[in-house]
């Protein structure tokens, strides 16, 4: 009987388990619909998932991260215009993007000649941040084309030889090799530059300047880790400290020597284009663990102190002040500085005395260079300190296009905690978040936060494995947070610009030093100050969704456009509805895109889009004055369809 009944059940049993598995299928899908949130049915899902196979090699075969047109090419890198491929083969964007004129190719729209002449001279006001209009109101409209890179430009050399070694073609000017021969600054050797780590204050190399001032300043041990250069010619202190593990923010501002700070960034050292002048420095307060001026022909001794007041705010409590060359030493250099002793002895005077009011030991002199250090309680330390106004801003961290004034910053609060040496100092709460001073972070929230981002950054990898080599020396977080993206992907090889939007919600900057990572604060409605070509891979979680309604997407872009590298990488983080608009917008921009699902589920709405900007230069384009017509040949030799 068990047999009989056994057999009668076996044919009709395909019957019920068609309907049960059509059954299952249907409601498996109609539940997927409804979670997935999307609102458009399964199109987006499947289309996303189409691009986000569980093979590792399905995933990366449409888009590749490598480079093709490498530093070491750079004798025939006019050769690597050639097109392989046309933009015409791809479907056609919403929106196409002419590339400007060959003229732009160093185009750095809040730092132009033109617009800066038209300011006034004084407290180098002509020198700062003067962004063009989003609209005509003020004549000059921001540009809506493609910054394009000069002919022959080629990949930098990977870090470390990049210090020493820069392609003619990425920067081609010469005279800094001419007017800072005698100082060692930088040679013309064929097709490089050569860089032997020469400076004014420094000729015979930054490795024996730093060697005196370590006499004095504890580098090693990691007490020492970020570094502010002002006045920082090509950056050689900052690309010769990285190697005892410092991290030094330079900062120049655009003038005659217009390829100062573009040197420092080919070379893969972190600056900027910037200035001491009359607003406040892009930074929080107690920023810095040393201050560095080398021959940078600050007034100091002015306007009743102001610039070391600045320079005293953003340094941290036991940190550094050197100033090297005028007027340290001025008995035995007056004639060679060709100034008088009247002069230089009444600055070098002004200078004590605005030291001892901010509460600065002298720890010594050594020949031209000047060290103070900053107490590590500057109320207490100094009872006879003159009356000086306290700086009474209710909120410390708002200096974004801020006055500087003659005050004094007040001391951290009591109980903010110290910091650990780097690299300690990368995993360690920071005391800014112990005490209590970002709101809705503390020590659990804030752990949290960092191994979010640990898992975020094992998913990228798995896209994209260069990011575990040194294809990318700088880098960038367009929406830094508390640093969590650049902890996770910290390298000695690499380097991260973490960029705080005065959009945030939190003022979240002072947490990103307090780990020994460096940044700045920045408004991404405008430019940022940088050249053109200046960042190897750009990070940005959620810019678009935080600046919505602000600026135009369009602007934005177009701006990530200017600063990344011809076969730079974008990873964006952001609403699928958010990326969608951004890759039929990039698309007319050149750029090769491939979507992701977020790690954890393909039904949350946040998703990864991965971008490549193509290789193409002005050459390629046969760009003329007017920059209008978009040529066909428009990537570069062994780029991808």
């Known amino acids: 009987m068990a047999n009989k009944s056994s057999s009668s059940g076996a044919r009709t049993s395909p019957l019920s388990l068609v309907i049960a598995m059509a059954l299952c299928c249907f409601f498996y899908l109609l539940g997927a619909w409804?979670?997935?949130?999307?609102?458009?049915?399964?199109?987006?899902?499947?289309?996303?998932?189409?691009h986000t196979s569980c093979d590792p090699a399905a995933i990366t075969s449409s888009l590749t991260f490598e480079t093709h047109h490498h530093g070491d090419d750079a004798s025939s890198s006019n050769t690597t215009s050639s097109s392989s491929s046309s933009p015409a083969?791809?479907?056609?964007?919403?929106?196409?993007?002419?590339?400007?004129?060959?003229?732009?190719?160093?185009?750095?729209?809040?730092?132009?000649?033109?617009?800066?002449?038209?300011?006034?001279?004084?407290?180098?006001?002509?020198?700062?941040?003067?962004?063009?209009?989003?609209?005509?109101?003020?004549?000059?409209?921001?540009?809506?084309?493609?910054?394009?890179?000069?002919?022959?430009?080629?990949?930098?050399?990977?870090?470390?030889?990049?210090?020493?070694?820069?392609?003619?073609?990425?920067?081609?000017?010469?005279?800094?090799?001419?007017?800072?021969?005698?100082?060692?600054?930088?040679?013309?050797?064929?097709?490089?530059?050569?860089?032997?780590?020469?400076?004014?204050?420094?000729?015979?190399?930054?490795?024996?300047y730093i060697d005196r001032l370590a006499t004095v300043i504890p580098?090693?041990?990691?007490?020492?880790?970020?570094?502010?250069?002002?006045?920082?010619?090509?950056?050689?202190?900052?690309?010769?400290l990285d190697s005892r593990g410092v991290i030094t923010m330079s900062f120049a501002p655009r003038d005659s020597h217009e390829a100062q700070v573009q040197f420092a960034l080919?070379?893969?050292?972190?600056?900027?284009?910037?200035?001491?002048?009359?607003?406040?420095?892009?930074?929080?307060?107690?920023?810095?663990?040393?201050?560095?001026?080398?021959?940078?022909?600050?007034?100091?001794?002015?306007?009743?102190?102001?610039?070391?007041?600045?320079?005293?705010?953003?340094?941290?409590?036991?940190?550094?002040?050197v100033l090297s060359g005028p007027p340290i030493n001025w008995k035995a250099n007056h004639r060679a500085w060709e100034r008088s002793e009247a002069d230089l002895s009444g600055e070098q005077q002004r200078i004590e005395e605005f030291a001892a009011m901010l509460c600065w030991e002298k720890v010594t002199e050594i020949n031209e260079i000047g060290i103070w250090r900053k107490r590590l309680d500057p109320a207490a330390a100094c009872p006879d300190r003159p009356p000086v106004r306290p700086c009474d801003d209710a909120n410390p961290d708002d200096v974004w296009y801020k006055n500087m004034e003659t005050c004094i910053t007040p001391p951290v609060a009591a109980g903010a905690g110290e910091l650990k040496p780097f690299p300690e100092r990368l995993t360690a709460v920071p005391p800014r978040i112990s005490s209590g001073a970002v709101p809705g972070f503390m020590a659990e929230s804030y752990g949290e936060e960092n191994r979010l981002w640990e898992r975020h950054v094992a998913a990228y990898k798995?896209?994209?494995?260069?990011?575990?080599?040194?294809?990318?020396?700088?880098?960038?977080?367009?929406?830094?947070?508390?640093?969590?993206?650049?902890?996770?992907?910290?390298?000695?090889?690499?380097?991260v610009m973490n960029v705080v939007p005065t959009a945030a919600e939190l003022s979240t900057l002072g947490v990103v030093y307090e780990r020994g990572l460096?940044?700045?604060?920045?408004?991404?409605?405008?430019?940022?100050?940088?050249?053109?070509?200046?960042?190897?891979?750009?990070?940005?979680?959620?810019?678009?969704?935080?600046?919505?309604?602000?600026?135009?997407?369009?602007?934005?872009?177009?701006?990530?456009?200017?600063?990344?590298r011809p076969e730079g990488t974008v990873i964006f983080r952001d609403d699928v509805d958010v990326l969608l608009k951004v890759q039929r917008t990039v698309k007319g921009m050149r750029w090769k895109t491939l979507m992701a699902n977020h790690e954890d589920s393909p039904h949350l709405r946040e998703k990864v889009l991965f971008a490549v900007k193509r290789y193409w230069t002005a050459a390629s384009e046969g760009s003329s004055e007017d920059g209008k017509k978009m040529d066909s040949s428009s990537e570069g030799k062994g780029s991808e369809e």
């Not at 999307?38 to 998932?49: L, P, R, S």
């Not at 009359?278 to 080398?294: N, T």
């Not at 600050?298 to 102190?305: K, R």
């Open 219 to 240: 580098f090693a041990g990691g007490h020492v880790r970020t570094v502010l250069d002002t006045g920082c010619g090509v950056a050689s202190l900052g690309a010769y």
């Open 34 to 50: 409804q979670r997935s949130g999307y609102g458009k049915g399964d199109t987006i899902a499947a289309a996303v998932n189409l």
């Open 462 to 495: 798995k896209v994209n494995y260069k990011l575990s080599t040194e294809r990318y020396r700088n880098i960038m977080d367009m929406n830094a947070g508390v640093g969590g993206f650049a902890a996770a992907i910290f390298s000695p090889k690499a380097w």
């Open 518 to 564: 460096i940044g700045m604060y920045h408004d991404w409605c405008e430019a940022f100050s940088t050249y053109p070509r200046t960042y190897d891979l750009i990070h940005a979680n959620g810019i678009f969704t935080l600046y919505k309604d602000r600026c135009k997407m369009e602007d934005i872009l177009l701006e990530m456009d200017r600063i990344l």
């Open 89 to 208: 083969s791809e479907s056609s964007p919403e929106e196409s993007f002419p590339p400007c004129a060959a003229a732009l190719a160093d185009h750095t729209p809040c730092h132009e000649q033109d617009r800066a002449m038209k300011f006034p001279r004084k407290n180098m006001l002509y020198r700062e941040r003067h962004c063009p209009s989003s609209s005509t109101g003020d004549g000059e409209a921001r540009l809506r084309c493609l910054v394009p890179a000069p002919a022959g430009y080629v990949t930098p050399f990977p870090w470390p030889k990049s210090r020493d070694y820069v392609p003619l073609a990425n920067a081609p000017y010469k005279s800094l090799t001419v007017e800072k021969a005698v100082q060692n600054w930088v040679q013309y050797e064929g097709a490089v530059f050569r860089f032997p780590g020469g400076g004014t204050q420094f000729p015979q190399g930054a490795d024996k």
């Open 266 to 321: 080919e070379r893969g050292v972190p600056a900027f284009i910037g200035v001491l002048g009359s607003i406040k420095l892009p930074f929080p307060p107690r920023s810095f663990d040393m201050a560095h001026c080398s021959r940078c022909l600050i007034p100091w001794g002015a306007n009743g102190g102001m610039y070391m007041m600045e320079i005293d705010r953003v340094l941290r409590p036991g940190g550094y002040w």
